[in-house]
């Protein structure tokens, strides 16, 4: 199975099944001493474990990270590192009653149909259980991205619709988005999404939603103009999210209602430097960044996993219907902020070593 490696200079690969022994990835090109252990991946992945909250899967993972190689006296060395997560709480018998018969909004057929076999615990590899080792990585990239670009760079998310849903902006507020179970940046969105999630749990149905991540402090220069442009490169990262359906960079769809005037981000000078008016390209110019924050937001579908009859087919072209047992996410797209956020740091780790590979800085 190809397609398991993401990036070109800082690159990571990962393994394992969502109800297999263990979840891993190995992540190569990190530079040497620059500092690194367990206590550098695992706060973020507690961002993503599930668990924390009634609005998500409650599987009891507690997804402790060890690192298996490249690191020696807590400093990377050079090497590929290897990293390791335990499945500790697996259920494969909640997916007994599913093997023969493929889920609506589900792999399942596509699987099968390519492999001619497929892993129903929980997906197996088409699992999101595999994000975990993304978020992981992704924390990896921050240390070399923190390394080059000190403490003016951060990357940060927020789930900015639920459904229907949306956050009112000019509430916008980032101090919040770490205190409720949404990631959500507008306090008073928080009871209306609670509500409306308790409502569709209860009723055996789910919610998508779309999540926003920034990229602030990001110099300028960073992508290529042609196949490899940082938005080319953001949008497939996103994109290989599990559940994803669509990204967009800056304003994105809503920016073909602009007339041409107000469309793009005007210049002036300010203090003997060029500043922008507005950020309406979120960040990029020609695929390369503009020094702007980078605004990449992103799609998820509802959940497909659902405890309610849908119709579908079993492997012998019978029809019946399917309902899905054990714990899953009403949303899905509530985990999904650190996985955004880790795939952005992924993605500028990469142009990063790959533009002082190129041009010396």
Known sequence: MPGNAFGTAFRFTTWGESHGLAIGGVVDGVPPRLPLTEDDIQPWLD???????????????????????????????????????????????????????FRPGHADFTYWKKYGIRDYRGSGRASARETAMR???????????????????????????????????????WDIVGDNPFWCPDAAAVPVWENFLTVARKAGSSAGAVLEIHGEGVPPGLGEPVY??????????????????????????AGVELPGEDAHDTMHMEDGAMVFDSNRAGGTLGGITNGEPLV?????????SLPRPRPTVTVDGEDTAAITKGRHDPCVGIRAVPIGEAMMACVLADHWLRDLGQRGR
């Open 228 to 253: 490899d442009k940082m938005d080319a490169d953001l949008a497939k990262a996103m994109m290989s999210i599990n559940a994803v359906k669509a990204v967009e960079i800056g304003d994105g769809f």
């Open 296 to 304: 990449v937001r992103f799609a998820v579908k509802p959940t497909s």
């Open 135 to 173: 978020v992981a990585a992704g924390a990896v990239a921050r240390q070399v991205l923190n390394a080059a670009w000190g403490d003016t760079f951060r990357i940060r998310g927020a789930m900015v619709k639920m459904g229907a849903l949306e956050i009112d902006r000019a509430r916008w507020d």
């Open 47 to 101: 961002k993503r474990r599930p668990g924390q909250s009634k609005f998500v899967t409650q599987r009891k993972e507690p997804d402790r990270v060890r690192i298996l190689s490249g690191t020696f006296e807590g400093l990377t060395t050079g090497t590929p590192i290897s990293l390791i997560i335990e499945n500790v709480d697996q259920r494969p018998r909640d997916y007994s009653e599913i093997k023969d018969l």
